[in-house]
């Protein structure tokens, strides 16, 4: 439980360490990654800050969660991306000013936070120093389908050619979510794949979030020979965490299967916004062959920024 530790600000507003109530947070249409219930996931093993703004109506006008690091306070808590939320008359400039006070005053420490353009907007950031750039590709979702994004003739008539075969894409149900996550990790492990997230603790978000985390499994013939994992952060916004097939079909570009699938879901629940995540390799460079790949498959590029300030 976090103390309510009160601040006067400017203005009538004040801040202080605490989370929303649980209906504020469905009322405001809150983020997964922003939720109570899933930072409450991590307490135990980081030093987390909730901060909470309001007006003197106790009326809720921003919110943003950091955790104490050994040299910076950083956002987000264990998630792809920061997802600060601002409301009425204050904008991203007071929460950001508030926040390095506050935060400061607990513990003397620069303030570091991971933006996303396409999930938070665009803003100003002249006062910032950027530490990290990487490169982000995305869908948006609109009334195409999905063989209309592919840019090249030859995926169209690939994707047409294994359509006409016999493969199945199907949503993972819960009881077997752990058995073919477990497949995921082991495929990923053999491609040099790194950054994935351990069987125990997606069985935690699973359990927690059965409508946000969901899975798709790509079958031949009764065999599972691909996978995709997805978390619907929000209302309008899909992120794809991993996608993956099984190393001895890597040539047939079954892939294409599961990004129409995981798109045409997308589709038909109006989410606006599918999110490939980065194309980066561990040595923080862009990735060229999978950034290629997510261009031919029709998706944009765009520059995902770690801010200090």
């Known amino acids: 439980m976090h103390k309510k530790y009160f601040y006067p600000m ?3 507003y004040q801040i202080s360490e605490q989370f929303p109530s649980p209906q504020e947070e469905e009322a405001l249409g809150f983020p997964v990654f922003l939720l109570q219930d899933y930072v409450n996931l991590f ?9 909470i703004i309001r007006d003197t109506n106790n009326q809720l006008l921003a919110f943003w969660i950091f955790q104490e690091e050994n040299d910076c306070w950083f956002s987000p808590v264990s998630a792809p991306f920061s997802c600060p939320k601002y409301f009425g008359d204050i904008n991203f400039k007071n929460l950001l000013q508030e926040s390095k006070s506050f935060l400061r005053a607990k ?3 620069p303030i570091r936070f991971v933006w996303n353009s396409l999930f938070s907007g665009q803003e100003q950031f002249q006062f910032s120093k950027i530490v990290k750039v990487e490169i982000n590709h995305f869908m948006r979702i609109d009334k195409d389908r999905f063989a209309e994004k592919l840019p090249q003739k030859r995926r169209k008539q690939k994707l047409r050619a294994l359509k006409r075969r016999d493969f199945v894409v199907e949503q993972i149900g819960i009881k077997q979510w752990e058995k073919i996550y477990q497949q995921n990790l082991e ?6 794949h790194e950054n994935y997230i351990p069987l125990g603790r997606i069985i935690q978000f699973k359990s927690a ?4 985390y969901l ?7 009764n065999q599972l020979i691909g996978n995709a994992f997805v978390v619907r952060v929000s209302a309008e916004y899909l992120y794809l965490y991993s996608l993956i097939t099984n190393p ?20 038909s629940n109006k989410i606006k916004l599918l ?3 980065t194309s980066m390799d561990s040595n923080g460079n862009i990735h060229k062959n999978i950034a290629r790949f997510k261009k031919e498959i029709g998706a944009s590029a765009i520059r995902k920024y770690t801010f200090e300030c």
């Open 43 to 51: 307490n135990s093993e980081k030093s987390i800050c909730p901060l």
């Open 107 to 109: 513990s003397n420490k």
């Open 209 to 212: 979030f059965p409508n946000n």
């Open 215 to 221: 899975g798709f499994q790509l079958i031949f013939k």
């Open 275 to 277: 999110d490939l995540g």
């Open 10 to 12: 400017r203005q009538n």
């Open 248 to 267: 001895a079909f890597d040539n047939q570009e079954l892939s294409l299967l599961l990004y129409e699938s995981i798109y045409e879901y997308a589709k």
């Open 187 to 192: 495929w990923r492990i053999e491609k040099g």
